[in-house]
């Protein structure tokens, strides 16, 4: 079983950076992506940026720019560094792992972390 751990959230005014932090316990399995969603209240989970094992990676339109995610020295830790951050990116962040064992696909989501970006 893997389990992902976010960590980093927290309050910071408009204008301001914040890094979120994410390890998944994959031991020998071999990640094939690993990626940050958002959510707030009444809205879907939408995907913010996702990096392939490949080294490819994909942002939101919204987010293009000032978000970045990158690699750890592990292919199981992932970061997401946001800057110029607006208040619309109040949200809880998700982290997500996805791996394959085989043909079967598997993924598997951290418990999430509240940014709030205030005005």
């Known amino acids: 079983q893997v389990h992902v751990v976010e960590s980093g959230g927290g309050l910071v005014q408009s204008g301001g950076s914040l890094r979120l932090s994410c390890a998944a316990s994959a031991r020998a399995l071999l990640i094939n992506s690993m990626a940050w969603y958002r959510q707030t209240p009444g809205k879907q989970r939408e995907l913010v940026a996702i990096?392939?094992?490949?080294?490819?990676?994909n942002y939101a339109d919204s987010v293009l720019g000032r978000f970045t995610i990158s690699s750890g020295t592990a292919e199981d830790t992932v970061y997401l560094q946001m800057n110029s951050l607006k208040p619309e990116d109040t949200a809880v962040y998700y982290c997500?792992?996805?791996?394959?064992?085989?043909?079967?696909?598997?993924?598997?989501w951290g418990q999430g972390i509240q940014v709030t970006v205030s005005s």
């Open positions: 997500r792992a996805d791996w394959r064992i085989g043909p079967t696909p598997y993924d598997a």
């Open positions: 990096k392939t094992i490949g080294g490819d990676t």
